[in-house]
T-cell receptor, first 112, second 112 residues
């Protein structure tokens, strides 16, 4: 059974650019959540999608957005990148959103 | 603001000892509780889930939940150097659709 797949694994962008990250959940999982992880702040919740609808949203600026497709794959977009956006971005999927989440390997974003 | 609190550590235990990791949460409506292990440079891995008061054992791991005290713990028996990692406590509140909220993690070091 394939796990959660995130692409790309590493990304270097310059300030002001925008970036799109992709996540393919485990087959049959309808809930996809995105987290930002930094050494100081730990895992910060960005948003959760369930059946193509955003069900929850964390306290991040509007530059952070996401979407989910009918096959449950999800993308997140960050526009007008700032140095502080450098982090590990993790995607996690679950069957319902109330059971255990499985994480992907993450995308390491560096903004220079 | 739903919060999950953990002692950041590091918690150092000798090989073969019992490691005890603790977590408290603020939302009394929380219903689902998880422990994740995260090795340096890797993504979190789900190791235990618990939903009702009491103990749940899985191999060398025991999760303990006390909803009245809003407290969940993880015991690791016969600790091994390979258990050295950061352990993340995560909680879902079933009072409405809410995301999985993480504590900042406790760093465990098992000394050979």
């Amino acid at each position: 059974k394939a796990g959660v797949t995130q692409t790309p694994r590493y990304l270097i962008k310059t300030r002001g650019q925008q970036v799109t990250l992709s996540c393919s959940p485990i087959s049959g999982h309808r809930s996809v959540s995105w987290y930002q992880q930094t050494p100081g702040q730990g895992l910060q919740f960005l948003f959760e999608y369930f059946s193509e609808t955003q069900r929850n949203k964390g306290n991040f600026p509007g530059r952070f957005s996401g979407r989910q497709f009918s096959n449950s794959r999800s993308e997140m977009n960050v526009s007008t990148l700032e140095l502080g956006d450098s982090a590990l971005y993790l995607c996690a999927s679950s069957m319902t959103g109330n059971d255990g989440y499985t994480f992907g390997s993450g995308t390491r974003l560096t903004v220079v | 603001q739903k919060e999950v609190e953990q002692n950041s550590g590091p918690l150092s235990v000798p090989e073969g000892a019992i490691a005890s990791l603790n977590c408290t949460y603020s939302d009394r409506g929380s219903q689902s509780f998880f422990w994740y292990r995260q090795y340096s440079g890797k993504s979190p891995e789900l190791i235990m889930s618990i939903y009702s008061n009491g103990d749940k054992e899985d191999g060398r791991f025991t999760a303990q939940l006390n909803k009245a005290s809003q407290y969940v713990s993880l015991l690791i028996r016969d600790s091994q150097p390979s258990d050295s990692a950061t352990y993340l406590c995560a909680v879902i509140s079933n009072s409405g659709n809410t995301p999985l909220v993480f504590g900042k993690g406790t760093r465990l070091s098992v000394i050979a």
